[in-house]
């Protein structure tokens, strides 16, 4: 099973939620308004500033803000900020594994992993906001990130 990993989820839900906010957010505010824990969410902020996504102000009023804005990040941009390089198996790009002199399939998953990429750079931070069945809570910050993913998980909408 393909399946994302926890920190990219957790990121892009941040990526969002930063998105809507005015002006600068701090992990403590992304914390609360996402229900990510906040020592992952200083961890995910700190990554997505080094790969470009947001950028960190320091200081007493510092805080974070979307580097470009959500219909300008892609999804294969969040995972590989998160995850790194995207590939689906060992062998994608040229690259070896221990089978690959025993393998007849070796170099053939690159068109799987180039059908993944292209859809995955094609799906930005706002289509996924956009599409999303969860609407803003005003004044109910008590939602968990465990039921949005309830929710999100139970009315899955493809993307076309």
Do not use: F
């Not at 070896?96 to 992993?113: I, P, R």
């Amino acid at each position: 099973m393909l399946r994302l990993s926890k920190l990219a989820d957790y990121a892009t839900v941040l990526l969002v939620h930063l998105g809507d906010q005015e002006g600068l957010a701090t992990a403590s505010t992304l914390a609360k308004g996402t229900g990510v824990p906040e020592p992952t969410v200083a961890k995910l902020l700190k990554g997505l500033a080094a790969s470009g996504l947001i950028i960190s102000h320091r200081g007493a009023r510092g805080g974070y803000k979307l580097a470009h804005g959500l219909e300008n990040i892609t999804i294969a941009a969040v995972i590989t900020a998160v995850d790194g390089p995207i590939s689906i198996t060992a062998c994608c790009d040229g690259r070896e594994c221990e089978h690959s002199s025993l393998c007849s399939l070796s170099g053939q998953w690159d068109m799987v992993n180039d059908a993944l990429l292209k859809t995955l750079n094609g799906i930005t931070l706002a289509d996924m906001k956009r599409h999303s069945p969860v609407k803003q809570r005003k004044g109910n910050n008590t939602t968990s990130l465990d039921t949005l993913d309830m929710e999100l998980i139970s009315a899955v909408d493809p993307i076309e």
